[in-house]
């Protein structure tokens, strides 16, 4: 299953209006300009780049994400894989930074290891986004307690 299909599309109404609605929400969040270079860390499918991309020319947009980005929506934004590509190659050149319900899904030293790297990519730390969805069940805990 598609990770729209767990979200945006899914068949739960409300749900799926929640979904919907909470990227225009974070695009709103941050004033943004056209000459920004933005980072969506977990970028997914790439659905909030069609949000930034009402701020933002998509040649400004970029995105990582380890795992979804078979399932990119998006056209025109510059996708990786893996963070030793991105880092030499955008070493603290952009402006704002989106993590969207990212962290949740992060074990204890990947997280450390996300906020270290954070410095990394953008030039002094104007803007930073960051989304945390809670986790309510035992399940859902343990597996964000498992993840290496």
Same mark, same amino acid.
């Given at each position: 299953?598609?990770?729209?299909?767990? !979200? /945006?599309? !899914?068949?739960?109404?409300? @749900?799926? =209006?929640? *979904?919907? /609605?909470?990227?225009?929400?974070?695009?709103?969040?941050?004033?943004?300009? #056209?000459?920004? @270079? =933005?980072?969506?860390?977990?970028?997914?499918?790439?659905? &909030?780049?069609?949000?930034? #991309? @009402?701020?933002?020319?998509?040649?400004?947009?970029?995105?990582?994400?380890?795992?979804?980005?078979?399932?990119?929506?998006?056209?025109? #934004?510059?996708?990786?894989?893996?963070?030793? !590509?991105? =880092?030499?190659? *955008?070493?603290?050149?952009?402006?704002?930074?989106?993590?969207?319900?990212?962290?949740?899904?992060?074990?204890?030293?990947?997280?450390? /290891?996300? &906020? !270290?790297?954070?410095?990394?990519?953008? @030039?002094?730390?104007?803007?930073?986004?960051?989304?945390? /969805?809670?986790?309510?069940?035992?399940?859902? &805990?343990?597996?964000?307690?498992?993840?290496?």
């Amino acid at each position: 299953m598609k990770y729209a299909d767990k !979200t /945006r599309n !899914t068949r739960n109404p409300i @749900k799926r =209006i929640a *979904h919907s /609605r909470r990227f225009a929400q974070a695009a709103a969040l941050i004033p943004l300009s #056209a000459e920004q @270079k =933005i980072l969506d860390y977990g970028c997914g499918d790439g659905v &909030f780049f069609e949000h930034l #991309a @009402k701020y933002v020319p998509v040649e400004n947009l970029y995105g990582y994400d380890p795992g979804l980005l078979q399932e990119m929506t998006f056209k025109g #934004a510059t996708t990786y894989e893996d963070t030793e !590509t991105l =880092i030499p190659l *955008h070493r603290g050149t952009f402006d704002v930074l989106y993590c969207m319900e990212v962290c949740e899904h992060l074990s204890h030293e990947k997280y450390l /290891r996300l &906020f !270290t790297t954070f410095g990394n990519w953008q @030039k002094m730390m104007q803007s930073l986004s960051l989304a945390f /969805r809670w986790k309510q069940d035992l399940a859902a &805990f343990q597996k964000t307690s498992s993840d290496g």
